[in-house]
T-cell receptor, first 113, second 112 residues
Framework: AQSVTQPDIHITVSEGASLELRCNYS??????LFWYVQSPGQGLQLLLK??????LVQGIKGFEAEFKRSQSSFNLRKPSVHWSDAAEYFC???????????FGAGTTVTVRA | DAGVTQSPTHLIKTRGQQVTLRCSPK?????VSWYQQALGQGPQFIFQ???????QRGNFPDRFSGHQFPNYSSELNVNALLLGDSALYLC???????????FGQGTRLTVV
């Protein structure tokens, strides 16, 4: 069975503090990996993606993610969170012989002043 | 570049009715996918269209159908609406398979 797991349903972080969102996948081979962000009532915006190569990828808005093959993980990080980072974050994967994005259930990030 | 555009943004339908949602892909993209996002959940893949053909389908009943036009725009049709069809419907376009998908703002469908 294929699945994407985001263990944290909700994370609250203080403005200026660091943020890490977890994502694990269960596929036999390394899929293509993505992180999307969604503001309330809006569509999804791509933060970053990993296809191959350097396992630390940089994205927009100061986000980065690290692919760890041994842990089947693709965790998202930001060193210093801004109030505008409050949103829903989704990890998604595409298998190499597939076309569809499979999403995790999402993590809601709340930023407190 | 207008990005991916969807219409309408919101609509309300009655149980048993039929609905058509529309999507125009990002300029230069020829592949369109549709996703259903229920409240509090991640998007679920409905189907993908490429070269006017349904290339892949997710686990959705035949009440969900689609079409892609020669200009790559696409429609999602849902027949015999159920209350459970209430959701945000997202359209995504991409240039080639398995590259990054760009999403529209979605259509919020409410079935009453």
């Amino acid at each position: 069975a294929q699945s994407v797991t985001q263990p944290d349903i909700h994370i609250t972080v203080s403005e200026g503090a660091s943020l890490e969102l977890r994502c694990n996948y269960s596929y036999g081979a390394t899929p293509y990996l993505f992180w999307y962000v969604q503001s309330p009532g809006q569509g999804l915006q791509l933060l970053l993606k990993y296809f191959s190569g350097d396992t630390l990828v940089q994205g927009i808005k100061g986000f980065e993610a690290e692919f760890k093959r041994s842990q089947s993980s693709f965790n998202l990080r930001k060193p210093s969170v801004h109030w505008s980072d409050a949103a829903e974050y989704f990890c998604a994967v595409v298998r190499s012989n597939d076309y569809k994005l499979s999403f995790g259930a999402g993590t809601t990030v709340t930023v407190r002043a | 570049d207008a990005g991916v555009t969807q219409s309408p943004t919101h609509l309300i339908k009655t149980r048993g009715q039929q609905v058509t949602l529309r999507c125009s892909p990002k300029s230069g993209h020829d592949t369109v996918s549709w996703y259903q996002q229920a409240l509090g959940q991640g998007p679920q893949f409905i189907f993908q269209y490429y070269e006017e053909e349904e290339r892949q389908r997710g686990n959705f009943p035949d009440r969900f159908s689609g079409h892609q036009f020669p200009n790559y725009s696409s429609e999602l049709n849902v027949n015999a609406l159920l209350l459970g069809d209430s959701a945000l419907y997202l359209c995504a376009s991409s240039g080639t398979p398995n590259t990054e998908a760009f999403f529209g703002q979605g259509t919020r469908l409410t079935v009453v």
